[in-house]
């Protein structure tokens, strides 16, 4: 398989298709290279690559894969046809040579039916021998490789090109084919030839009809939708088979060219070629915020068309008036060229205004409802800590009942959990007790009128025997009850009181995936409710385990809290 010029050449690409690794480029003709390629398992194979830059070449791509389709080439493996990739792939064909053949003194009388077959079937697409690399295999002919052909060719054309070879394979002598016949084998055809003579004028009719079909003009479509020319051609009595071109001149589905052309006196059963014009998809532009004259040319550079123009209010989309709104389709899709594009065009803002009441203190959910009733739109939410209840509004923008246009944006400040670090680290974790104040003493009679705390005065040589001494920052245990001992009353003492004081041992292990937030924890009893743990981070506290001894009276539980929402709850042991 050669070319017209089998200069290497440095391949200006290294795959072709991303299938096919090419060693060198072995030729190059108008706008067609030819490469040699690495396939799979490392099979050497020759890569026509179609350079289609326009319309006429995109169109010839067409004409030769018809071509190959009806001569089925030997050495052809694949043909791909799509946007940005147009090539042909073919293998080597063994065989001796065409041009060797037609120099032999003596010629097979198979051998030249077969090429003036091959011929015929190559000027039928518009080729001629000189187009192919054609090998013979025994007595068939095989193509190697096929070139594309010029433009334009008549028959007459292709006649003189093929003239050359065909008469030099006609040329010097040809050996008929053998027809063997056995000895005594004409006297079989002795009784048929009565059946024949009675039946003789019926057959001559058939052979006439068989030898020459009937034949009409194939009728001109071009033009025509493909759909409408493939029911002419069919109705004749031909066989249609589409190729696919592009042409932005002419309608989507149109067809392009007819293979063979109008007027044309073909058998009955023979096959039309349409090329029909099926241009790629184009992605769709963005005219939103244009103008409608804007969009108009954006679309027509493009290859499409503005199509039904719409108005609507532009007061929610805050789109000025003639500015477009939206696009049907949308930006980025696909779409085949020349279709419409539906755009909405803003009638302009209507300048409503709008107040909007006093929201401190609310919560962030009954605040944003009431924006969203006034026509306002919450934009920005900011955090603040605070000593009071979280999720309030603490303050807004804009301030209460002045006067906005419906849309305009809202700025809330949120009240979140205050939580200061400590100067230095806190330590490690068990958490120390809880602290619990000590009973006032009751002083005796005969020690006057004083209702002090009951700490021990410094100045005092001897401390009081009845009053606890408070003077250490230690938290101090609750004294028991005095027994009474009074009659009846000594058995009511023996009963436990269940309200008395008792210690119990708080245990709570954090979560190493602790969420984050600030964590305290308090313990509810018969005194009300009192902080065990104040609020500490969680990162200081996921994974450790909270435990320390703590005094309660009545029935007691514990409970974590992240923030001022209840996390966990611990009941005492």
């Known amino acids: 398989m050669t070319g017209p010029d089998t200069t290497t050449l440095t391949p200006p690409m290294r795959t072709i298709d991303g299938k096919y690794e090419v060693v060198r480029e072995l030729s190059r003709s108008g706008n067609v290279t030819l490469y040699e390629v ?54 080597p064909v063994t065989g001796t040579p065409l041009t060797d053949v037609v120099t032999q003194p003596q010629k ?14 190559l000027a039928n697409h518009g080729f001629a021998l000189a187009d192919a690399d054609v090998v013979l295999d025994g007595q068939a002919p095989r193509v190697a490789y096929l070139r594309p052909a010029p433009q334009g060719r008549s028959p007459e054309d292709i006649a003189a090109l093929n003239a050359p070879t065909l008469a030099a394979l006609a040329g010097g002598r040809v050996r008929r084919k053998k027809r063997e016949r056995a000895p005594g084998a004409w006297l079989s055809f002795v009784p048929g030839l009565l059946f024949l003579g009675g039946a003789g004028w019926l057959g001559a009719q058939a052979a006439q009809i068989y030898l020459n079909p009937p034949v009409k003009a194939v009728a001109a479509v071009t033009g025509k939708d493909a759909r409408t020319a493939a029911q002419t051609l069919t109705q004749s009595g031909f066989r249609v088979e589409y190729a696919y071109g592009d042409n932005a001149n002419a309608a989507v589905g149109a067809v392009l060219r007819q293979e063979p052309a109008g007027g044309t006196t073909l058998p009955i059963g023979r096959q039309i070629v349409l090329t029909v014009n099926k241009p790629p998809l184009m992605s769709v532009p963005r005219v939103e915020d244009q103008t409608v004259d804007q969009a108009r040319s954006l679309l027509r550079d493009g290859g499409l068309r503005l199509g039904k123009v719409v108005r609507v209010d532009g007061t929610l989309s805050a789109t000025p008036e003639g500015r477009i709104v939206a696009q049907v389709p949308a930006q980025g899709s696909s779409t085949e060229r020349g279709q419409p594009v539906q755009v909405m065009v803003s009638t302009g803002v209507q300048g409503k205004e709008t107040w909007i009441a006093d929201l401190s203190g609310m919560t962030f959910e009954q605040a944003r409802d009431h924006t969203r009733a006034a026509g306002l739109v919450i934009n920005s939410v900011s955090r ?3 000593d009071g209840p979280q999720n309030l509004v603490l303050r807004q923008d804009p301030s209460p009942f002045v006067r906005v246009t419906v849309g305009s944006p809202v700025r809330l400040v949120i009240s979140s959990a205050r939580y200061t670090p400590p100067n230095t680290p806190a330590g490690s974790l068990p958490l120390p007790p809880a602290y619990v104040p000590p009973l006032p003493s009751v002083p005796d009679e005969g020690q006057g009128t004083d209702t002090d705390s009951g700490a021990a005065t410094p100045d005092t040589a001897t401390p009081s025997t009845s009053t606890p001494d408070t003077s250490s920052t230690t938290p101090q245990e609750i004294p028991p009850l005095p027994q009474t001992g009074l009659g009846d009353n000594s058995a009511q003492s023996q009963t436990p009181d269940p309200l008395a004081a008792r210690q119990v041992d708080f245990q709570y292990d954090f979560p190493a995936d602790l969420p984050e937030g600030s964590y305290s924890v308090v313990v509810q009893d018969a005194d009300g409710e009192r902080q065990v743990l104040p609020a500490t981070e969680a990162a200081r506290l996921a994974g450790q385990r909270a435990q320390t001894p703590v005094e309660v009276r009545g029935n007691a539980v514990f409970i974590v809290r992240q923030g001022t929402a209840e996390y966990a709850r611990v009941a005492a042991q």
């Open 384 to 386: 603040e800590p605070s």
């Open 38 to 91: 690495n396939a799979a398992a490392g099979a050497l194979r020759r890569v026509a690559w179609f350079t289609v830059g326009s319309q006429a070449d995109r169109q010839g791509f067409h004409t030769y894969r018809t071509a190959l389709r009806a001569i089925s080439p030997a050495g052809l493996t694949d043909v791909v046809a799509r946007p940005g990739a147009y090539y042909a792939v073919w293998q």
């Open 108 to 121: 097979q009388e198979e051998t030249v039916e077969a090429v003036q077959a091959l011929a015929a079937a």
